[in-house]
């Protein structure tokens, strides 16, 4: 039996594919109003259709390492569907070099989405959670976030950074 999540709204970035998509489907087959964060405008209509179109989710374009496209989008989301119950902290960037071949760049181009990114997503929220007493909050983090593997030291330290947070 599933759990009845009528009338909570749960957002998700990164929910156009894998973790995120299935969270989205997951949420929304037990009654929730799924709020869509994601890169792809197709991948997002697609998942729209699916799971009810717009009565059951909304969706909404943008980047968790644009700053100011995420500024824009909780105030988007506040406006038109209030706080959400759950915020899922999903989208994420994979890399795979070795260590001695990753570059400050490509630490920081992975920190952004994957640390900061987090950070953009949950922190706006918030406020409303706590003044309405209530809330969830999710980091999708990863199993190399708690122990290294070899050639993924940039993202093996975001994740890790994810659960000292």
């Not at 496209?69 to 569907?81: C, K, T």
């Not at 960037?93 to 640390?115: C, I, S």
């Not at 983090?141 to 093996?156: D, I, L, M, T």
């Amino acid at each position: 039996m599933a759990i009845d999540l009528s009338g909570k709204r749960v957002l998700i970035t990164g929910a156009s594919w894998g973790i995120g998509r299935a969270a989205a489907q997951a949420f929304a087959a037990c009654g929730a109003i799924v709020v869509a964060v994601a890169r792809s405008k197709d991948r997002l209509d697609a998942l729209a259709a699916e799971i009810g179109g717009p009565a059951r989710v909304a969706t909404f374009v943008a980047d968790v390492a644009d700053g100011p496209a995420m500024e824009a989008l909780a105030r988007a989301v506040i406006v038109g569907h209030g706080v959400p119950d759950v915020v899922i902290a999903n989208a994420g960037l994979g890399m795979d070099a070795r260590f001695e071949a990753t570059t400050d760049d490509d630490l920081r181009k992975v920190f952004e989405v994957n640390v900061f990114g987090v950070v953009r997503t949950i922190r706006p929220f918030l406020p409303g959670m706590v003044a309405r007493g209530s809330g969830r909050i999710l980091m999708v983090s990863s199993v190399v976030g708690k122990r290294g593997v070899p050639n993924y030291a940039a993202y093996s330290g975001s994740k890790f950074a994810l659960h000292g947070m």
